[in-house]
């Protein structure tokens, strides 16, 4: 499973001026995370608006991640919806570009029993032929999982991993030394380091679209058994994840990737425009976020 190890960013979706899906700006960030060194991508999940996409928009900008990544690095395609048939049809067609693996946060709104959501997932990994990794975000979900019932998705050998966003530590925990074969994600940017030393093997952010070197500095420091330097990074990382969250996440973190210079425009509504004193904020933090441009 090392395909499933290292940063993943959790790209974004740019759009024209129009509010339309502007691909160039798309293709222009894969690039240049790949250039910092990032291990692989996970494509059309929270951080990519999802669920303000129509299914044409969200096969499309997949497809554009798929391309433009080009096979140098794998892409986990996020297919979950409200509706099983949705997610299938989703899996199915990131199934056709040949995606590394598929993911789908837990069927949220109505509520479900635990038999109803294995029943999503196995409806999914029955479809396709590809790894499955369950996101778990009990927060924006309101699914909260036990520590059995993740045993339970572990006893399918077709669910390799789990991208745990949630601060339950001590789940992630327990998660690695009951499920050894599981690979598992850190989901909190700011909690990554704290992730790593409880044994996830890697992480799936927000920020790393825009400050991909950083956490890929911790992990090497950590690896290295340099902590005090790994939390120093954590630190710097931090102080602009707090004035992000101020700020409001994704409309915040498209802020940060349009001063690196790439065009963004914003998020679809509901989600409200940047306030003029958030941004003052963010852009006196500009100086954290080194390499600001393309080398």
């Known amino acids: 499973?090392?395909?499933?190890?290292?940063?993943?960013?959790?790209?974004?979706?740019?759009?024209?001026?129009?509010?339309?899906?502007?691909?160039?700006?798309?293709?222009?960030?894969?690039e240049r995370l790949i250039r910092q060194g990032v291990a692989g991508f996970y494509a059309m999940g929270s951080s990519g608006e999802c669920f303000l996409l129509d299914e044409a928009e969200r096969r499309r900008g997949l497809e554009v991640v798929f391309a433009a990544a080009g096979g140098r690095v794998p892409v986990i395609a996020q297919i979950g919806s409200t509706s099983t048939r949705q997610s299938v049809r989703l899996a199915e067609h990131a199934a056709s570009l040949g995606v590394a693996a598929v993911s789908s946060v837990s069927p949220f709104y109505y509520k479900y029993d635990f038999a109803g959501?294995?029943?999503?997932?196995?409806?999914?990994?029955d479809a396709v032929d590809l790894p499955m990794i369950v996101y778990n975000i009990p927060s924006l979900s309101g699914v909260t999982y036990t520590l059995d019932q993740l045993q339970q998705f572990g006893s399918d050998p077709r669910?390799?991993?789990?991208?745990?966003?949630?601060?339950?530590?001590?789940?992630?925990?327990?998660?690695?030394?009951?499920?050894?074969?599981?690979?598992?994600?850190?989901?909190?940017?700011?909690?990554?380091?704290?992730?790593?030393?409880?044994?996830?093997?890697?992480?799936?952010?927000?920020?790393?679209?825009?400050?991909?070197?950083?956490?890929?500095?911790?992990?090497?420091l950590y690896?290295?058994?340099?902590?005090a330097d790994a939390l120093a990074e954590q630190h710097s990382a931090n102080t602009v994840i707090a004035a992000l969250i101020a700020a409001g996440v994704f409309s915040g973190t498209k802020h940060f990737i349009e001063r690196q210079g790439i065009a963004c425009y914003g998020c679809r509504e509901p989600m409200q425009a940047l306030h003029p004193e958030h941004a003052a904020r963010l852009d006196a933090l500009l100086d954290q976020l080194e390499p600001l441009a393309d080398d």
């Not at 959501?117 to 990994?125: E, F, G, P, S, V």
């Not at 789990?162 to 530590?169: E, F, G, N, V, Y």
């Not at 925990?173 to 990554?192: Q, S, Y």
Request: proline content about 5%.
């Open 159 to 220: 669910i390799v991993g789990i991208k745990h966003t949630s601060q339950d530590l001590f789940q992630l925990e327990r998660i690695r030394a009951l499920v050894p074969r599981l690979t598992v994600f850190n989901g909190f940017d700011e909690m990554f380091l704290a992730g790593l030393s409880m044994g996830a093997h890697g992480a799936i952010g927000t920020t790393f679209s825009f400050m991909a070197p950083k956490f890929i500095r911790i992990q090497r």
């Open 117 to 125: 959501l294995l029943t999503h997932y196995r409806a999914i990994m």
């Open 223 to 227: 690896e290295a058994g340099r902590m």
């Open 1 to 30: 499973m090392n395909t499933f190890k290292g940063i993943f960013p959790a790209l974004i979706t740019p759009y024209t001026p129009g509010g339309e899906l502007n691909e160039a700006s798309l293709v222009a960030l894969v």
